[in-house]
T-cell receptor, first 112, second 114 residues
Framework: SQQGEEDPQALSIQEGENATMNCSYK?????LQWYRQNSGRGLVHLIL?????REKHSGRLRVTLDTSKKSSSLLITASRAADTASYFC????????????FGQGTRLTINP | DAGVIQSPRHEVTEMGQEVTLRCKPI?????LFWYRQTMMRGLELLIY????????DSGMPEDRFSAKMPNASFSTLKIQPSEPRDSAVYFC????????????FGPGTRLLVL
């Protein structure tokens, strides 16, 4: 079963602009993670945010978590062509199966 | 660190043949995961191991799929016999903190069954 759903499915912006992707989920979580996947490559972990945290930063990445709305957002500031990739959120439920459940991803294209 | 290593990177086979995918996790990681990624179903967890012991194989699609982890540095995913619907990218991942913590993915094996 799919827990996280990303929105939008695809996003195309100009280099230098900010990109925002959203993830909604259904059940209570232990943590939420964001991963990046470049074309033809494996997933790369970006950020993990726990249920008691509201915001985390890593370089040009900012992740927020709103447990009351069961949603998270990933903001990439000052985008670069190298940021072109698919971005996935993955949720770890508090109850239920002990595993990460990945959404379908947002395909981000940065135009030079 | 070399990261998670998978082989082969690409595999083309004919329906009915046996396929074996291999994975070497990051040294020291005690969890190993096998995932399958397709356009239709996204990324699905097939099975994961903790300290070489299979913990959850509920994602294994059917008896044609089997996975083993004979030691801490090696795992295989076998499909026998293979079918065209098995065509997908298969990822191996490992982690240190548990199945809900950060996972480190290999480059994947792209399987095409004709």
């Amino acid at each position: 079963s799919q827990q996280g759903e990303e929105d939008p499915q695809a996003l195309s912006i100009q280099e230098g602009e900010n990109a925002t992707m959203n993830c909604s989920y259904k059940t209570s979580i232990n943590n939420l993670q964001w991963y990046r996947q470049n074309s033809g490559r494996g997933l790369v972990h970006l950020i993990l945010i726990r249920s008691n945290e509201r915001e985390k930063h890593s370089g040009r990445l900012r992740v927020t978590l709103d447990t009351s709305k069961k949603s998270s957002s990933l903001l990439i500031t000052a985008s670069r062509a190298a940021d072109t990739a698919s971005y996935f959120c993955a949720t770890a439920e508090i109850q239920g199966a002990q595993k990460l459940v990945f959404g379908q991803g947002t395909r981000l294209t940065i135009n030079p | 660190d070399a990261g998670v290593i998978q082989s082969p990177r690409h595999e083309v086979t004919e329906m009915g043949q046996e396929v074996t995918l291999r994975c070497k996790p990051i040294s020291g990681h005690d969890y190993l995961f096998w995932y399958r990624q397709t356009m239709m179903r996204g990324l699905e967890l097939l099975i994961y191991f903790n300290n070489n012991v299979p913990i959850d194989d509920s994602g294994m699609p059917e008896d044609r799929f089997s996975a083993k982890m004979p030691n801490a540095s090696f795992s295989t995913l076998k499909i026998q016999p293979s079918e065209p619907r098995d065509s997908a990218v298969y990822f191996c991942a490992s982690s240190l903190g548990g199945p809900r913590e950060t996972q480190y993915f290999g480059p994947g094996t792209r399987l095409l069954v004709l």
